[in-house]
């Protein structure tokens, strides 16, 4: 019998304003999430880690789902 595979939830997130006046640690979690542009929209997985790097800067990013 085959062994269940669960399905891993992703969150899309995007970077919704400039983080030019943000904190350096704010710059260190855009940049530790993956973004690279203004308006970008990443896909990522939904881990505890994740959304704790999300909470940081909700000012900064959207979640898009």
């Known amino acids: 019998m085959p062994a269940k595979t669960a399905r891993q939830a992703n969150l899309r997130l995007q ?13 260190k979690v855009i940049r530790g999430l993956g973004f690279t542009r203004l308006n970008q929209t990443i896909e990522r997985e939904d881990s505890p880690s994740i959304r704790g790097m999300v909470a940081k800067v909700p000012h900064l990013v959207k979640i898009v789902n």
């Open 15 to 27: 970077w919704v304003r400039s983080a030019i006046a943000a904190p350096e640690k704010h710059k």
